[in-house]
């Protein structure tokens, strides 16, 4: 991320964005469970939204410096923070209720990487569980935005296709302007 990102997600607009708006579409209609994974986290605008929401967070971060800073400030909570790869999760399959990745897709190097990461989301949840996303559209404002700072978008159209392949069912995608939101579920073992 560059420095206006780590800037603007570290702001208190960002918080309250994220617990007034974001959170609220992302989850309408849907249940966390007990245990979410928070892909990363960054600051942590929104582990400390999910925990006011599910019983247990677990937060997954790229970058040390928010790793140390995250966990300093969720030490004595039920949140655990973990330094780790979206495509590469460092977890043992079916650990967690439900997987939420915020602002974090487009920055994986690849649609290849992104699609490893799909498949450890899948991988992770418990049959049953949910995945949820929220992501921003390819625009030249939003390429603006991220010079100096890895900028893959998901297309809305592809995530569909693209989640159904690694396993989820109930694939659901919400565009709102320049935004879009994903829901999908780990069905249950037959």
């Not at 209609?29 to 994974?37: I, Q």
């Not at 069912?169 to 302007?177: K, N, P």
């Amino acid at each position: 991320m560059n420095k206006f990102e780590n800037w603007f997600c570290g702001s208190s607009l960002w918080r309250f964005v994220t617990e007034r708006k974001l959170l609220p579409w992302i989850l309408s209609g849907y249940a966390l469970g007990d245990h979410v994974l928070a892909v990363g986290a960054g600051p942590g605008a929104t582990t400390h939204e999910l925990l006011r929401r599910a019983g247990r967070v677990t937060s997954l971060e790229y970058d040390p410096a928010f790793v140390a800073k995250l966990a300093e400030r969720h030490k004595a909570t039920r949140v655990t923070v973990v330094r780790g790869d979206a495509a590469t999760l460092p977890f043992p399959d079916h650990t967690f209720s439900s997987v939420v990745a915020v602002l974090v897709l487009h920055h994986l190097r690849s649609q290849a990487q992104q699609n490893e990461a799909f498949q450890e989301f899948h991988r992770v949840l418990r049959p049953g569980g949910m995945f949820f996303a929220f992501e921003i559209r390819d625009s030249w404002l939003q390429r603006a935005g991220h010079i100096r700072s890895t900028f893959v978008p998901v297309s809305p159209a592809s995530a569909f296709a693209r989640l159904t392949v690694v396993g989820f069912s109930r694939v659901a995608v919400d565009i709102e302007r320049t935004a879009f939101r994903v829901c999908a579920l780990r069905a249950t073992e037959a």
